[in-house]
């Protein structure tokens, strides 16, 4: 399994947020947003950062997807 954050560049588009608007607002490193922009797995913690400053879910910011899928996209 791979890890989609397609959810979470959705939410910001449709704010009207940049990254580093998320980064200021979630109180995170560049590093995790870096992370976060490559489909790389990051903590939990950072997680519940970012959904605590978009007032949503986890599974409003990603998903879990076959690794097939990731590739073909």
């Not at 397609?6 to 947003?33: E, G, N, Y």
């Not at 949503?56 to 996209?73: K, T, Y």
Request: hydrophobic share 45%.
């Amino acid at each position: 399994m791979e890890v989609s954050y397609k959810k979470l560049w959705k939410i910001l588009i449709d704010k009207d947020m940049k990254k580093k608007d998320l980064q200021a607002a979630a109180s995170i490193s560049w590093a995790s947003v870096t992370k976060l922009s490559k489909g790389e797995v990051v903590s939990m913690e950072v997680l519940m950062k970012v959904c605590k400053a978009l007032n949503c879910n986890i599974g409003d910011v990603m998903d879990l997807v076959p690794i097939s899928e990731c590739s073909e996209n």
